[in-house]
Nanobody, 118 residues
Framework: QVQLVESGGGLVQPGGSLRLSCAAS????????MGWYRQAPRKERELVAS??????TNYADSVKGRFTISRDNAKLWNLQMNNLKPEDTAVYYC?????????????WGQGAQVTVSS
């Protein structure tokens, strides 16, 4: 079992920056994937950025060059968001995939609201 707690988010003007963090507890050493998703009103949840234990990262085209996913240690991941745009407004969720009892299991954070508006 893995428990996730998100922090960060808030209201920022266009062009500003925010940082989201995701703290994990429990079976953290079984985690083999960590991602940040977002869901805007009336839209489907989309994968924004991901990182695997070896450090390889992937980003959605819409955030490349502006967002950076990083891993402080086995229990803490961050999403640095720069040059934010109004279309980045959404609820952001951290997600991990943990290999347990012979299969992958998904865990989600509680969500953090990010609002980009002047």
């Amino acid at each position: 079992q893995v428990q996730l707690v998100e922090s960060g988010g808030g209201l920022v003007q266009p062009g500003g920056s925010l940082r989201l963090s995701c703290a994990a507890s429990g079976s953290v050493f079984s985690i083999n994937f960590m991602g940040w998703y977002r869901q805007a009103p009336r839209k489907e949840r989309e994968l924004v950025a991901s990182i695997i234990p070896g450090g390889r990262t992937n980003y959605a085209d819409s955030v490349k060059g502006r967002f950076t996913i990083s891993r402080d240690n086995a229990k803490l991941w961050n999403l640095q968001m720069n040059n934010l745009k109004p279309e980045d407004t959404a609820v952001y969720y951290c997600n991990v995939v943990s290999y347990e009892s012979g299969r992958d299991k998904n865990y989600w954070g509680q969500g953090a609201q990010v609002t980009v508006s002047s």
